[in-house]
């Protein structure tokens, strides 16, 4: 394949989709979309119904602000947002692990249901079918891959939950339950609907039943006449009341006339057309439109599996998966491998490394990769869908690329394979948290995610042509060559030669999927039809962050040696009992803010300090390293030798590498909380005292204790390092020493420590 001629290209303004009744927030002034054109949006203030013109760049600005960025509610003005905009903001990944379990196992069967519905005539929501289909769905749910359970119960065990050891959790419940089920689905597919009413859970009894069929039946009678329209409808169903309310005006003046003792019907009152209109649109709109416009239209429009939808715009539909990298690599630092004697040098471990990757499907676009050592796990899954809600183009630059990255927003909705990392509770917590569809296609059903496949197929043709150790893919193509005794890249070179061939070649190599149009221009043509915003700062930190638990003292929360302290904060403390654990999570590429848990939402608290605002964990962790090999057991640092040092750790490759976050190790909560136990410094930021030098980072090599901290371990020999953090057993388990957690933390307050947040 020759090599394009590639162009270094200014960043491209995204065009966003803002839906209707959605809400964006910039420093505390609210607004509607009105409409949007090639120059711009339009928006409502709704404060006081004035409109703004913004172009594309003004509002891609707004969203960049460092101080306070936009943040985007979708339907937050609609009839279910007014009711959530009056509590704290909530994720489905903050409630108890068994609340969450059973919100993604009820919103997954119901998905199985309706993915069945739309293709199989025998798939109704009556209770005899249902009694024979509920056995196939979750027959499919507990076996991806097509064996037959023996544990599904019916009858009167029902209610019975089963063990995990008989392969599920959960017995078949009677179709009545089912269906109230797919009735919360098909009103807001979002899990979280599944355990939480947020409003009154059934209509109120204004209505006698003989008024409530009547409602009902021209209800129905509406729906089976795509024609007609309410106000028809509704005076036909007043024409049949008045004419009922006729008959029992005559049978009561019978009943006076002859003297029966008999109690006088009352008259029925006719619904409103307001509430006849309410009432069909509280319906779901799916079901309003398989009855109006016919199965094929629901199909295109609602159907839970869209493999045949036509996509066309960025971030509609992506798609992911994993790949064995075909290269033998050096399990060395280069630095170190470059200092080594031939001796040395044979000794070190090869191995073959892992890559999991997102693409869009409209465009061909990379939205985000992870190289990692350990297998496939929850852990590299949730790390890389994080890379397709930020701008990546630092990285790009890091990596000395021409071309931007900035292929970032908020997927509509991804489609993986059947592995366990994906079908798992945390993996499908963090895709319904960022408000996107998951789709679990069948196991072995390569086809359903072809756009991955054929992305991976390519990469392994043409990544690493020119460079020593290939295993070409198999024995055969391999030959009698020896890739491990013939390699000669190190595991770190392998995240820069992905990443410029990515960007820089990739992406502006013509397509066949494309028409011969290049991923970077399919960008820039699809995104006028519009993008979803990527989530803000404060919501990425909500859904990713690191888990961590703390006593809230007087002087806020500590972590990593920073104090993050508010108002509201110690408001907080003292509502809550003695020896309360508060929930925290921590942004490891920004220690400005940090979220906590108060039982109804998120709060963000910022740190005491404004100088750790944009300081990754990474650069943190060097910092103190350096303190410590400096002998402070206590450090008082000035700000201006804070933002010094905070600059001078960005300038460091190994710093900028790690924060790039692409070969880095994935980390567990765990790993996390053992850095803090070595990076343990009582660290005082004044205003002016100082009593270590504002120079103390300028020396040409991290402290060693760097090192060892983040997990990587170089011998004083220089022959072998290790990763403290691989993991040994299941890709998606970890040693129990590992996730080991005090006994005084509830668990239930705790997601899974064994992924990456």
């Not at 005899?128 to 507990?142: I, R, S, T």
């Not at 090869?350 to 990379?366: E, Q």
């Not at 390569?446 to 290939?470: D, M, N, Q, V």
């Not at 300081?615 to 700000?639: D, G, Y």
Request: include cysteine; charged fraction near 30%.
């Amino acid at each position: 394949m020759e090599r394009p001629n590639i162009v270094a290209a200014g960043p491209i303004t995204p065009i966003y989709d803002f839906k209707p009744l959605s809400a964006l927030n910039h420093r505390g002034t609210f607004y509607r979309p009105v409409e949007r054109d090639l120059t711009g949006h339009v928006f409502q203030r709704v404060h006081d119904g004035l409109h703004e013109s913004f172009t594309h760049e003004e509002i891609q600005a707004m969203f960049d602000d460092k101080e306070s960025p936009m943040e985007y509610r979708p339907g937050y003005y609609s009839l279910k947002g007014a009711r959530a905009a009056a509590r704290p903001q909530a994720y489905l990944g903050s409630l108890a692990d068994d609340e969450q379990d059973r919100a993604v196992f009820q919103t997954a069967v119901c998905e199985i249901f309706l993915t069945h519905e739309t293709k199989d005539k025998d798939f109704t929501r009556s209770d005899a079918k249902m009694k024979v289909n509920l056995y196939k769905v979750w027959d499919e749910y507990y076996n991806p891959e097509g064996k037959r359970a023996n544990h599904l119960t019916q009858g009167k065990n029902s209610k019975k939950r089963k063990s995990k050891s008989d392969g599920g959790r959960y017995a078949i419940p009677h179709p009545r339950t089912f269906r109230n089920w797919l009735r919360k689905y098909e009103s807001d597919a979002n899990a979280l609907n599944q355990v939480r009413n947020w409003g009154r859970n059934q209509k109120n009894t204004y209505y006698t039943a003989e008024e409530t069929a009547m409602l009902q039946k021209y209800i129905m009678e509406y729906l089976a006449n795509p024609d007609a329209n309410q106000v028809d409808i509704h005076g036909l169903m007043k024409d049949e009341i008045d004419d009922r309310n006729e008959e029992i005006a005559r049978k009561n003046e019978e009943n006076r006339e002859s003297g029966n003792a008999v109690e006088e019907v009352p008259e029925l009152r006719t619904p409103s057309l307001r509430t006849f209109s309410q009432r069909i649109k509280e319906l779901p709109p799916a079901f309003v439109t398989l009855a109006r416009h016919g199965k094929a239209a629901a199909e295109r429009e609602y159907a839970a599996a869209r493999d045949g939808l036509q996509v066309i715009r960025p971030l509609q539909r992506g798609e992911m998966d994993e790949w064995r990298v075909d290269l033998q690599v050096l399990l060395v630092l280069a630095g170190v491998w470059q200092q080594m004697s031939a001796k040395e040098r044979a000794k070190v471990k090869r191995m073959r490394l892992w890559m999991t990757a997102v693409i869009d499907t409209a465009t061909r676009c990379l939205l985000g990769f992870r190289v990692h050592k350990q297998a496939p796990s929850v852990m590299t899954s949730i790390a890389t869908l994080e890379m397709t809600t930020i701008d990546k183009t630092s990285i790009a630059k890091l990596y000395s690329c021409t071309s931007n990255w900035a292929f970032y927003g908020s997927l509509d909705e991804l489609a993986t394979d059947s592995a366990s990392w994906y079908s798992s509770q945390p993996f499908r917590v963090t895709v319904n948290d960022l408000g996107a569809t998951l789709l679990l296609p069948p196991a072995g059903a390569a086809s359903a995610r072809g756009t991955i496949e054929r992305f991976f197929r390519t990469t392994a043709e043409h990544a690493f042509t020119y460079f020593s150790g290939l295993t070409k893919g198999s024995v055969e193509a391999k030959g009698d060559r020896d890739p491990e005794a013939e390699a000669s890249v190190t595991f770190e070179e392998v995240a820069a030669i992905l990443t410029r061939y990515f960007i820089d070649v990739y992406h502006n190599t013509p397509h066949d999927g494309l028409g011969g149009e290049t991923p970077n221009n399919a960008w820039k043509r699809l995104s006028k039809h519009g993008i979803t915003p990527p989530p803000s700062p404060a919501q990425r930190r909500h859904i990713f962050g690191i888990n961590v638990q703390r006593l809230v003292g007087k002087h806020g929360i500590r972590f990593l040696g920073v104090y993050f302290q508010s108002p509201e904060l110690q408001a907080l403390r003292r509502r809550w009992k003695s020896g309360h654990l508060a929930l925290a999570r921590i942004d490891r590429q920004n220690l400005g803010s940090i979220s906590v848990w108060t039982g109804e939402g998120w709060l963000s608290v910022p740190a005491v300090s404004d100088e750790f605002e944009g300081m990754s964990v990474w650069a943190w962790t060097a910092v103190c390293a350096e303190l410590k090999a400096i002998n402070q057991k206590e450090a008082k640092l000035s700000r201006q030798t804070v933002r010094k040092a905070k600059d001078e750790a960005r300038k460091r490759a190994e710093i900028l590498r790690m924060e790039g976050d692409l070969d880095n190790p994935v980390q567990t909560e765990a790993a996390y909380l053992e850095w803090e136990k070595k990076m343990d410094l009582k660290i005082r930021i004044t205003a002016r005292e100082d009593s270590v030098p504002e120079d103390f980072m300028t020396s040409g090599k991290l402290a060693a204790d760097f090192y060892e901290t983040i997990g990587i371990e170089v011998t004083a020999s220089k022959t072998d390092w290790r990763d403290a953090t691989e993991h040994t057993g299941e890709p998606d388990k970890v040693d129990e020493a590992e996730t080991a957690v005090d006994a005084s933390t509830p668990a239930s307050s705790l997601r899974d420590d064994t992924f990456d947040r």
